[in-house]
DNA sequence: TATGAATGAGAATTCATTCAT
DNA sequence: TATGAATGAATTCTCATTCAT
């Protein structure tokens, strides 16, 4: 759970320390959670630091002695976002060559989902600002970390198709959690989409013969 | 306007300005691309009525005499883009039966991202706002009259599946529609969406023969 | 009475409008009044937004309509008092020759005095910001204008002399203008000051012999 | 210190880091230096207490049990300049009698001078607040010391001329003091103001043999 | 005692919307 | 009717000061 220490852009590099008392780091997660809570209901936008400020049940002052700023609240829960990413990725990669194209999707969607199913993520990850940076930051590291595990997985893939592969992948993971809300809980549109991520990577990664891009 | 302005003869060149008495249709639409082209640009949040405005070259106050409010401006953007969709899908229909799965593939997928990149829609649809009315209204109306397209094609298909695999190619769509400004033109991802439809389409409505793998 | 349209550093260029109707202009003189006053009374830092609109009998809102920000005040009140500067060097650049040292000194003593006299100003000369380019641009615009003048009356006086002098009579000046407020109206002070200009004039403008240095 | 420390054989590292015991004398003087020099950069109302604290390695909890408000820091700084003030003045007053104008001049620009060069004050006794009480208070008294030393140095002054000269010598000095930082170090200005103080005070102090020019 | 944390009254600024001329 | 102006609640962020451990 990082605090950015925020150096970026403006004139006061106003120092905000780390939580150093057990009780900082009580608040710090708390906001945390309330403030990727109020950005799911109500976008980065929409969401107010006085209403993180109250559902954390923090003060409006203490909050910004934590998070100097709107941004760096959402800055955190990104990066924390990316932290698991690595070790998640390299337990897949253990046993990934055994793995059935099947398994595989199966695992990877899975894995995806559930990345981007962290409170606030995707929001913020759409948000209409000058986020421009942080995410394609955060989408690119995805995306090779992603594109990586599919060259182990099929050694001879080569790059640029990877890529474009992991990309597609990533799409369809985010397109299901971005609507999941949405999707009532019978509804079989998820499970269509595991099927047809399936059926892509089957056409990209399976046989040689089918490897080829359909003619058109 | 018959001869070049006259600046400095005559008494009033007021004239000069931009078409004042403009009839409402004009002025309306000018609005609505403004409108558009500035929640595009900044979402519906970050989009002001100042602005669309001044890029409409409309005063403030005009402007509230055509749309009472800013929703209505979102609002109309939204009903407008689901006018030409009985058209285009009506035209599509006449000869859906004829088509291949392959073609089918491609008429949905151009006349659905056509629908989506129509300025505005898109950010609009994704606003974190109480819009799941019209949100939900818009979905459904487009399932629903793809879903139709798709059961015209696939007659033995039923109902429910087909709902769901209008879902599918809708937010497919979408996310191609939604992302083409961050791929670069050269980006084969577009493609690798529209071959992933394909192969999506060919599995759930294909024939048992087409459901083969396409012999090289 | 400029508005400033203000450029400058940041992010939104929203148009501020200059007031078009007399209700405006009226608005905006008074807005200007009331923030010389208030920042006479408490500095730059002092001067509240809503007590300027409070003074000035406007809405915090119509204050910022028609100056997009704090800084946009204070850059106008600075920037018209730049305005009068030339036509009164003029008037007293057309004389100029005539006049004796004594009465060059009185004349300068006056003009510039005046000048700095205006409500607020000297306040925002002398506000700790950011302001160096503004403080700057005036305090330079000034120097050159009156070292012209000097070099007008005293026409064997070369540039850099000019302007050291230029800049010695000016800090006389807003010297006594600065503390006027603290010297009761009998001090002899002010008087001190006209009087010591004299001397450093008569000794810098004088007959040539006296116009060296004294020899340390 | 006998040795160099060890950073890595003992058990508690701990007294590597800033002396925390320092005794009261120390901290006091830390701090006071801090805040001198961040109000000379940003001035009063733009130093913070934490900017001062974090500056002189004080916790802002320890900062609070010696100076218990942001105006007792100012007040001491100030306070504290008033204390070197006598003695130099003192040291002066022994040999004033047998000094030219020119060698007074020199030497009381040169003591006011750095007086008011002690970081911080300048900025303080400019400031926008409700400090007319201690500001009028350092100047008054600075005014009367400076009056006695004049009127030693030039027994038949009378009071109340005494105490304009004073203010004017002072004034001068500020000025310079104040503006230091802009001059270049080339620019001459500050060398203007001693000659133009020096010529005041022959006019004002001086014989009537000395009053005339001097000849070259 | 030392110090990290809590507090909350403001300050600047924005913007949708209404209104008066 | 056209439109410049008025409105004010809402929002982000600051900082001196106090407190609890």
Redesign the pocket.
Known sequence: MSISSHKSSAK?P?AI?????S???L?VAAILEAAAAVIDEKGYEG?????IAERSC?????L???F????SLADTIVVNARQNLDAAFNQLDAGVNALSIRALTDHLMALIFDLFTRPGLIKLLDTDRDWSVKREEFRSALEQRLAKTLMTHTPDLSKKPAADIAQVVLLNAKTVAKHRAYFDSASSVPDEFRDMTRLYLQSRLGSPVSKKRIPS
């Open positions: 006061k106003r320390q780390a939580p150093q008392r009780n900082g780091k608040r969401a107010t630091m006085a209403e923090t003060k409006i002052g203490s910004y002695r934590f100097p700023n709107k941004e």
